[in-house]
């Protein structure tokens, strides 16, 4: 039998009829196995789609190797982010200091490769022995004449979020560096899109239609070029708020530069988006084609819709997401396929996005943030789950619980955005839960026994 323990029971709330008081932006507590991960990963998995740039990972080649290639972020030109490249530090630079090999590494990339810049993150075994990266770095930059810019991103020092800020201000360092490229009329640049699977392709491709100019996707598809003249648009469109609010907001402050929050999962949000950028040009051409785009697109997607919800509606799924802002998208599009949310939480999510979760989920609905395993196992047998949403981390537990599962982490091969990506994604979902392999799976089998006998309040189920 498990219990929640006391410390966390106030991040999980089920809709009802009580005060919605959960509580969230905390550190994880110890031993409950968060699903989160280190600072180092949320800064990398931001990072790592430049790909003209080096990235080195200063510290053990372990911290490389988890790191490595996790985004199927892909690139229409340099593959330079592909390498996973690590000074490799062993014990006696734990002993003596890792700055000379940093700085002998940094020299033989650099001059092997030429990219456009360098990128050094600092991980966890840096912050305990003291490199001075900051002066490695700047001592190589004046050498070799590329930005060479350090992550601060010690895996001890926070969670995933605090690495997404340490991203921001790397890429910030970059920006406003080309007064000089010509940019369009209605420039805007993507934020948080990581053109996973070739998400921003299908994206641009729709901004391309509606006549606005993108200057610079940070980062899917990145380069350090256009993230240099990214201060000349006009609107920052923010789709993983949870990573790319922090550059907005200084971008705001620095350039002016106004920012949405978007979605471009599901029907409605990614209609919602296009409208948002034609709006806010103010021109009725732009608006117009706008139009036209979005009633092309849903008039062709909807009626293969309604066939998947032929089998899927009544279904249940439970969300699990890094971000909360996904989960609103998912929980929208999940409803045009007949399929009820029954359990829904995030890694980061703050007061205000879980507010909205609130407002938009149905009754009865689990609301959590930071979960864990056990918790999210429970969750799931006590609503009789179906699916679960989730990332490389969660799909263990649905497969050994036979409970069907949809990759929607930066993980996946299939692009999940724009209105191609709502038929990808109802595609997936359908072939994942109508697979007849789930009614021989024994832990399915043993969830239904268990929840007709062991039906106690209190959330208390044997495992």
């Known amino acids: 039998m498990i219990e929640i323990l006391d410390e966390r029971k106030r991040q999980v709330y089920e809709k009802g009829g009580e005060a919605f008081d959960l509580a969230c932006d905390k550190a994880s507590l110890a031993g409950s196995v968060s699903q989160r991960a280190c600072v180092f990963c949320g800064s990398r998995v931001v990072l790592y789609p430049i790909c003209d740039a080096v990235h080195l ?40 200091g890792g700055e000379k090999k940093l700085y002998a590494s940094l020299t033989e990339l650099i001059t092997a490769y030429r990219p456009k810049a360098a990128f050094v993150y600092a991980t966890c075994i840096i912050g305990l022995i003291g490199d001075d990266v900051q002066a490695v770095c700047k001592r190589v930059e004046k050498e070799q004449g590329i930005p060479v810019i350090p992550v601060h991103s010690e895996g001890f020092k926070g969670t995933k979020k605090d690495g997404y800020r340490a991203a921001c201000e790397a890429l910030y360092r970059l920006v406003g560096k080309d007064d000089a490229t010509p940019v369009g009329d209605h420039p805007i640049n993507i934020l948080g899109d990581f053109n996973v699977a070739g998400e921003t392709w299908i994206i641009k491709g729709y901004y391309r239609e ?78 117009k084609k706008t139009e036209e785009l979005v009633r092309r697109e849903v008039n062709r997607i909807y009626p293969l819709l309604q066939e998947y919800r032929l089998d899927l509606k009544g279904k249940k799924a439970a969300i699990y997401v890094g971000g909360s802002f996904k989960a609103f998208s998912l929980i929208k599009a999940l409803r045009h396929i007949g399929i009820d949310t029954v359990i829904v939480g995030s890694q980061t999510g703050n007061p205000e996005d879980y507010e909205y979760l609130r407002e938009i989920c149905d009754e009865g609905t689990i609301i959590v943030d930071d979960t864990n395993p056990l918790e999210l196992s429970q969750f799931m047998m006590e609503k009789d789950v179906d699916l679960l949403i989730g990332g490389v981390k969660e799909r263990p537990i649905a497969y050994k619980m036979g409970i069907g599962f949809c990759d929607h982490n930066h993980e996946r091969k299939i692009a999940l955005a724009g209105f191609e990506g709502m038929v990808n994604f ?38």
Request: include cysteine; charged fraction near 25%.
């Open 426 to 463: 109802c595609r997936e979902v359908h072939s994942s839960i109508m697979s007849p392999v789930w009614k021989f799976s024994p832990a399915r089998l043993k969830a239904g026994a268990l929840r007709r006998v062991h039906n106690e309040p209190g959330r208390k189920i044997a495992l």
């Open 210 to 287: 509606m006549g606005i100019d993108v200057v610079s996707c940070m980062t899917g598809d990145g380069r350090v070029d256009e993230v240099g003249r990214s201060h000349r648009a006009r609107l920052n469109v923010v789709q993983c708020s949870g990573s790319m609010t922090f550059l907005a907001k200084m971008m705001e402050e620095a350039y002016g530069i106004p920012f949405k929050r978007v979605s471009y999962f599901g029907i409605e949000d990614t209609a919602d988006a296009l409208y948002a950028v034609a709006r806010h040009f103010g021109d009725a051409l732009v608006l």
């Open 57 to 96: 990972v200063h510290g053990p080649v372990g911290c490389a190797a988890y790191t490595w290639d996790i985004r199927g972020a892909l690139s229409s030109g340099p593959e330079l982010h592909r390498m996973s490249f690590s000074t490799d530090l062993r014990e006696e630079h734990v002993i003596f």
